[in-house]
């Protein structure tokens, strides 16, 4: 993603493991060993991944998910036990020494379990390694980052006179805006499928660009309002696409489950919280991921990510990446589709909470991590 740096290429010891075949036994329950087959295939394919990018030495971001997860130093080395998603399963062990090239930029920790130590947290500033915990709704908990947020006061003082400065406020938000329409456009012609949601997206992003070159929104209010609307026609043009679905004769699903729809939870709140359809769960994931990469590379160039300029800020939320986000978030859209469109999904993928909401089986969400 343009904007944000890679992480380094991880080289494991030992070498990457996943989940051993696990055997009938009479005291696991069919829906157990059900859960963990569907575990151990999508480890089997992230793994298959890891290989591929291992020869040709890619920059990705170690992660991390389950239960138990445990980082601590063991002679004056950073011993990493990876968290059990399922029964029986064979527990992953990483190993970083000092100074050497294999250490990720990067460890993200999905949801799950676990604890870390002050010495750890010394030892990953030392290395420049950045922690970034991310929890089941697809929100960051917390960044650990090694850059700390000690903020440049020349970057800090652009933002806060940007922000009120109502010229140059418009100006960087139309820029943001128009470069995440055109990605959005971008996005249609290659992942959507025509039809008359399609066409009326696609007629309301070109006027929406339109009235931006004009410069018609006088102030953030009308500016968020276009976008807004382009947005909602944007997504309706994704309803009704098609989930590829097994398995669901034995373990029914919901209805709405089984295509696209609407982008808004049934809970009334979109985007990051209490998703209720596995796509809007997936999306969360993934727009929380480009979060933590675009909030570290934000803090390591000495901005405060709580001084948004076309977002508001409460409470400390970082508003300014959100800021930072808007023109990335088609493309990573484009990404999660040809994810969803790449694979037939089984029911044990996802699991319905007590309160309706949809949450990701852990290996899925490491290894569409992975991709992004």
Request: with cysteine.
């Amino acid at each position: 993603m343009s904007g944000s740096k890679s992480a380094k290429a991880i080289e494991l010891r030992p070498p990457l493991r996943c989940a051993e075949p696990v055997q009938r036994d009479p005291e696991i329950e069919e829906d157990d060993f059900d859960w963990a087959k569907r575990c151990g295939l999508w480890a089997t394919r992230a793994q298959r991944q890891f290989r591929r990018a291992k020869r040709e030495r890619p920059r990705q971001p170690l992660i991390l998910s389950g239960h138990c997860v445990l980082l601590r130093i063991e002679n004056g080395a950073l011993t990493i036990r990876n968290g059990f998603s399922h029964y029986r399963q064979k527990r992953e062990i990483y190993r970083f020494f000092k100074g050497e090239l294999s250490i990720p930029e990067r460890i993200i920790v999905l949801d799950g379990s676990g604890s870390v130590s002050f010495d750890v947290l010394s030892w990953l500033a030392e290395q420049s390694v950045s922690l970034i915990r991310i929890d089941w709704r697809g929100e960051i908990i917390c960044v650990a980052s090694h850059s700390g947020y000690a903020a440049n006061p020349f970057l800090v003082q652009w933002q806060r006179e940007t922000r009120a400065d109502e010229v140059k406020r418009m100006e960087f938000s139309i820029s943001k805006i128009t470069e995440k329409i055109e990605n959005s456009i971008t996005t249609l012609e290659k992942s959507v499928r025509r039809n008359d949601a399609w066409n009326k997206a696609m007629e309301i992003a070109y006027s929406t660009l339109t009235k931006l070159d004009d410069r018609q929104p006088k102030n953030i209010i009308e500016l968020r309002a276009l976008e807004a609307n382009a947005a909602a026609a944007y997504f309706r043009a994704w309803k009704g696409m098609q989930l590829k679905w097994r398995g669901i004769s034995k373990r029914p699903i919901p209805d709405s489950w089984k295509e696209i729809g609407q982008r808004t939870s049934l809970f009334h709140r979109a985007g990051n919280r209490n998703a209720s359809h596995p796509v809007n769960a997936i999306l969360n994931y993934a727009y929380t991921v480009l979060q933590s990469q675009l909030q570290i590379d934000a803090i390591a160039e000495g901005y405060d990510p709580t001084i948004g300029i076309m977002h508001e800020g409460n409470n400390g939320s970082a508003s300014f990446i959100f800021d930072l986000m808007e023109p990335h978030r088609s493309l990573v859209d484009q990404k999660v589709l040809r994810f969803v469109k790449g694979h037939t999904f089984e029911p044990r993928d996802f699991v319905i909470r007590s309160d309706g909401v949809c949450r990701l089986n852990p290996e899925m969400a490491r290894s569409l991590a992975r991709i992004l």
